[in-house]
């Protein structure tokens, strides 16, 4: 396939991508919005422009804040658009030879201010890396008993907070929270010391469901829209002290960072591959067919202001030990109803081998070996003006589709 739209070879966002998000352009118009290279295409002009009548969208559905009414449309929706979309933008299609529309709806990715993709009404955080699990339970645990009893019989996960779910670019306050001194059993009060990023995948749902009914590995893809960058930002100090017997709590819930671009399943259908093999063999509602895993590259830098971009974390997603299916099938066995815009983290991805550890936890051991910047400085774990920037994306056989990026930088506590 071949677009009349150039951009260059290594974009991320080819042909072959057509991914959903919400801008906003020079003149505080908001609307939905899919990307090609630099170009950034309003579809609520394509739409008043009549290039989708031939569906049943309703009320211009692409004239809205978020993307969550035309998800819930349904893949027998979303899915025939996004292939009408990838049929404008080829050489020679309607859309190329209709200038006066493509004043209207294109504009470069420099002119919009990029937002929240969808209103997040629910947010799960798994716990689904066994290489990550492995190296926090030998930091914490036990080195010769890293995984608690449950995490090879279940998709570990915990509630976390959707509010405080912020699209790239918004930059976090350093936390404050209860820590407990290592010379010590009283408590102190103050700014995070170890403030850590993890390196996530989240998936977001595109449907509602009724409480108390389930859905199946095999159903579960018909219920998944798309796919972000995610970095669950932690402070690991506060989480030491206070995850016991309850889990993360301030630790986690303030912040955490998205990319603007939602990738749909059917943009990565290329990229399948099959995953880990899991032992002791699942329970039969945890049972798949097929690869559920995606080869999906993922870098991690921390940028400081001496610095510039320093590599810290090569990793993939490929390395899941719990796929997506298996995630959401966990979730809702019990009855969960799910609800379009939910967002499912996939909890901290890690590799084998020490450069593709997800964390400052992981890649420093807690602290213990510093890693050296390009300007001669080390960190142990994220400092204030650091900015950490993740990113994401597939290539096969010519083909490339990724996610762009999501990057945070961290300012001081307010006090």
Same mark, same amino acid.
């Given at each position: 396939m071949k677009s009349f739209i150039q951009y260059e070879e290594h974009s991320d966002f080819s042909i072959?991508?057509?991914?959903?998000?919400?801008?906003i352009f020079g003149d505080e118009e908001i609307s939905c919005v899919t990307r090609i290279g630099d170009t950034v295409i309003n579809l609520a002009v394509l739409y008043e422009n009549g290039y989708f009548d031939e569906f049943d969208l309703g009320e211009n559905v692409f004239e809205a804040f978020t993307l969550n009414e035309f998800i819930s449309l349904g893949k027998s929706v979303t899915v025939p658009v996004r292939e009408h979309i990838q049929i404008l933008l080829l050489e020679n299609s309607e859309l190329s030879k209709d200038e006066d529309t493509q004043?209207?709806?294109?504009?470069?990715?420099?002119?919009?201010?990029?937002?929240?993709?969808? @209103?997040?009404?629910?947010?799960?955080?798994?716990?689904?890396?066994?290489? @990550?699990?492995?190296?926090?339970?030998?930091?914490?645990?036990?080195?010769?008993?890293?995984?608690?009893?449950?995490?090879k019989h279940l998709p570990v996960g915990y509630h976390g907070r959707a509010s405080?779910?912020?699209?790239?670019g918004t930059p976090i306050h350093r936390p404050k929270g209860q820590t407990l001194p290592a010379d010590s059993e009283i408590p102190v009060f103050g700014p995070t010391k170890r403030l850590d990023f993890e390196l996530e995948i989240a998936f977001i749902t595109n449907s509602y469901t009724d409480l108390g009914e389930s859905v199946s590995t095999k159903e579960a893809e018909e219920h998944i829209f798309g796919l972000v960058l995610f970095n669950d930002w932690?402070?690991?100090?506060?989480?030491?002290?206070?995850y016991v017997p309850l889990g993360p709590f301030l630790a986690k819930n303030f912040g955490s960072s998205v990319s603007p671009w939602i990738v749909t399943l059917e943009a990565l259908e290329p990229f399948r591959v099959e995953g880990p093999k899991q032992e002791p063999e699942v329970l039969p509602y945890l049972?798949?067919?097929?690869?559920?895993?995606?080869?999906?590259?993922?870098?991690t830098i921390i940028a400081t202001e001496n610095a510039g971009e320093n590599v810290v974390c090569t990793s993939n997603f490929k390395y899941m030990y719990w796929n997506m299916a298996q995630q959401l099938a966990h979730h809702t066995v019990n009855g969960c109803n799910l609800e379009a815009g939910d967002m499912y983290a996939s909890g901290t991805i890690s590799g084998k081998t020490e450069?593709?550890?997800?964390?400052?936890?992981?890649?420093?051991?807690?602290?213990?070996?510093?890693?050296?910047?390009?300007?001669?400085?080390?960190?142990?774990?994220?400092?204030?003006?650091?900015?950490?920037?993740?990113?994401?994306?597939?290539?096969?056989?010519?083909?490339?589709?990724?996610?762009?990026?999501?990057?945070?930088?961290?300012?001081?506590?307010?006090d």
């Open positions: 072959y991508n057509i991914p959903f998000g919400v801008a004043t209207e709806a294109f504009h470069s990715i420099e002119s919009v201010s990029m937002q929240l993709p969808v @209103h997040v009404p629910n947010y799960t955080d798994f716990y689904s890396s066994i290489e @990550h699990a492995t190296n926090v339970g030998k930091m914490f645990r036990d080195p010769d008993n890293a995984l608690l009893p449950n995490w405080s779910i912020v699209v790239s932690s402070a690991r100090d506060v989480q030491k002290w206070e049972k798949y067919e097929g690869n559920k895993n995606f080869d999906i590259h993922l870098q450069d593709s550890f997800g964390s400052m936890l992981e890649l420093t051991w807690g602290g213990s070996n510093p890693l050296k910047l390009k300007d001669g400085s080390e960190r142990k774990f994220i400092e204030d003006n650091d900015t950490v920037i993740m990113r994401g994306w597939c290539e096969k056989e010519g083909k490339r589709v990724g996610f762009g990026e999501v990057s945070g930088k961290i300012l001081p506590t307010i």
